[in-house]
């Protein structure tokens, strides 16, 4: 990313730890009990996108770590991988939150 923190990795560093486990337990840790449900809003969002893609994105999400992902990624990838996070961190910034 070229030395600059994205605003989603900003604002993470700026929330408390119960903060982010709040959001990996509601967001994250149950997942893959909806996964019909985030196929459906990966091609609503996505609406070009292949089967293939979609499998691809799937299995970034099952295997990897929005905490991890979000101090290298530009804000355009996190949002593609994690749009529920972004959702989350964008409704902050649109509130203006602490």
Do not use: V
């Not at 900003?10 to 119960?18: D, G, L, N, V």
């Not at 970034?60 to 992902?69: A, L, R, Y």
């Not at 990838?77 to 939150?97: L, V």
């Amino acid at each position: 990313m070229d030395g600059i923190n994205s605003f989603y990795c900003e604002k993470y560093q700026e929330f408390s730890s119960r903060q982010i486990d709040l959001i990996q337990k509601n967001l994250i840790d149950r997942i893959h009990l909806y996964q019909y449900t985030q196929k459906k809003f990966f091609f609503e969002d996505n609406p070009t996108a292949s089967e293939n893609e979609f499998y691809e994105w799937w299995y970034h999400i099952i295997c990897n770590n929005w905490q991890n992902d979000i101090w290298f990624m530009s804000e355009e990838k996190f949002q593609y991988h994690w749009p529920m996070i972004s959702a989350h961190f964008d409704q902050y910034r649109t509130e203006g939150g602490k």
